[in-house]
């Protein structure tokens, strides 16, 4: 367990670091929340009501953001085949890899979110349901996208490319979180349904993420 | 004669010479009757009118859209667990398929809607998760066109195309799940008159066999030209 928590603050502490990135994702999400209003005019009354899905929106391409190098930057240096000599099963130390990517780059999404929800006219109540299904749903997005990410090592190729191929099978996560939010700002809908989904959603990329990302980094040995 | 035999693609080659002639015939002859069932011999609607014709190319295209996933997750099986060199062949060859049957799902059923439902489009469980299923389709050719290495390209969807095999159910169960605009199945529940039944039952044959005949094409296009590509390299090899 010490060396999967070890892997897990590595993670951490190299996205934090010079030629990291973690705080990038939130530089980003501002300004999704930001250029929004730009786009669709400053009426408060629509965005409090658009509000939770353009948090969800910027938090989702947040999360894509840095994907591609998760594990590629590891995998050129050596350090992955260093992890996987060390007797820790592959899946574990995908796990440990989203994790301390979450903890890095959607964490801070989740702080932000009842700030940010300040600048989209979102109510109280509002506020707490945003928060609380991005608390649930980030981890999701980011075990799906790392799927993704492992996909890139076998590929030897970034940027769009990842995008691309996670974005889809983000979209029932989107949509539970969203609802479960619209449920709580403009209703009549009840909140637990969509939220319980949610969680089912986040638990059930617990299993696939590591699964199939490790069956993705082992499709790439020669 | 099993699986295993036609694992070598000289085998496969001259097996599939023999058959896919036949394939291209039945195909035109189910299309065929099937269209003159479509148009002079069967009624219109008596709600929809003209447009219920419509049946007779939209479902059958949905359906062949999602039997060419589940074969390209059938052949994803076949390239991890067995290493079978034509599963890799089968996937790369039935993408394109695939997604020009769900081009044509998509389309045919937008055209339906505009004058039914009188929206080209909703955002309903149906529609939605097939409009899935046509990016991710797209995303899988994106991953065959970017690979450098066939053999690791082929593992890499195969990942992909089980992940994305959740989506089946969902498009099936979806109209059930989620009462919205789209109506469920009711061909096989008899809850569509016979009248109509002839040129459906002829045009789901001939898109079938029109997969087969494409897919078996298209793999063998694919083994030659393998074939030419490591010719080329023996000549360039023995010219240097």
């Not at chain 1, 076998?154 to 979180?177: C, D, K, S, W």
């Not at chain 2, 389709?137 to 992940?163: F, K, N, P």
Request: aromatic share 10%; net charge neutral; charged share 10%.
């Amino acid at each position: 367990m010490s060396a999967f928590f070890a892997i897990v603050a590595q993670t951490v502490t190299l996205s934090f670091r010079i030629g990291g990135g973690a705080l990038v994702g939130l530089i980003f999400f501002l300004s999704v929340v930001i250029v929004v209003p730009f786009g669709v005019g400053p009426d408060l009354n629509l965005l409090s009501r658009i509000g939770p899905a353009i948090l969800w929106i910027g938090a989702l391409l947040a999360t894509l953001l840095g994907l591609d190098r998760l594990f590629q930057d590891d995998r050129d240096d050596g350090t992955l085949d260093q992890l996987r000599l060390s007797g820790l099963p592959l899946e574990a130390i995908v796990l440990a890899k989203a994790i301390g990517h979450w903890i890095a780059t959607g964490l801070p999404l989740v702080v932000a979110a009842p700030v940010f929800s300040l600048f989209l006219n979102i109510d109280p109540a509002g506020i707490g349901a945003v928060t609380l299904t991005l608390l649930i749903g980030t981890p999701g997005l980011t075990l799906i996208g790392t799927i993704g990410g492992a996909l890139m090592v076998a590929l030897r190729r970034g940027g769009m490319l990842v995008a691309v191929l996670v974005l889809p099978f983000t979209i029932p996560i989107l949509i539970f979180g969203v609802s479960a939010d619209n449920a709580v700002i403009v209703g009549p809908q009840p909140f637990t349904p969509p939220f319980l989904i949610l969680c089912a959603l986040t638990l059930f990329s617990f299993v696939i993420g590591p699964v199939a990302g490790a069956a993705a980094i082992r499709a790439s040995d020669d | 004669m099993g699986v295993a035999q036609l694992a070598n693609p000289t085998r496969f080659l001259s097996i599939s010479g023999k058959i896919l002639p036949w394939f291209w015939v039945v195909t035109a002859i189910l299309i065929a009757g099937g269209l003159y069932f479509a148009f002079p011999g069967s009624p219109p609607d008596a709600e929809m009118g003209e447009v219920v014709r419509l049946m007779y190319v939209h479902p059958p295209a949905a359906w062949l859209a999602m039997l060419c996933y589940a074969a390209m997750a059938v052949a994803a099986l076949g390239t991890l667990i067995w290493r079978h060199p034509l599963a890799d062949v089968a996937q790369k060859a039935a993408a394109p398929i695939g997604a020009a049957f769900t081009f044509l799902g998509l389309v045919t059923g937008m055209l339906w809607g505009q004058p039914t439902w009188g929206t080209w489009w909703v955002w309903d469980g149906r529609l939605t998760s097939f409009l899935v299923l046509f990016l991710m389709y797209l995303g899988l050719i994106a991953i065959w066109m970017t690979a450098s290495d066939q053999g690791r390209a082929a593992r890499i969807v195969s990942i992909l195309t089980l992940v994305g095999a959740v989506n089946i159910p969902i498009i099936h169960f979806s109209v059930e799940w989620w009462s919205t605009l789209h109506q469920p199945a009711g061909v096989l529940e008899g809850q569509t008159d016979a009248a109509f039944l002839p040129p459906m039952f002829l045009m789901l044959g001939g898109y079938t066999t029109l997969f087969v005949s494409l897919l078996l094409t298209r793999m063998r296009t694919e083994i030659l030209g393998r074939r030419l590509r490591t010719l080329q390299m023996q000549a360039a090899g023995a010219g240097a």
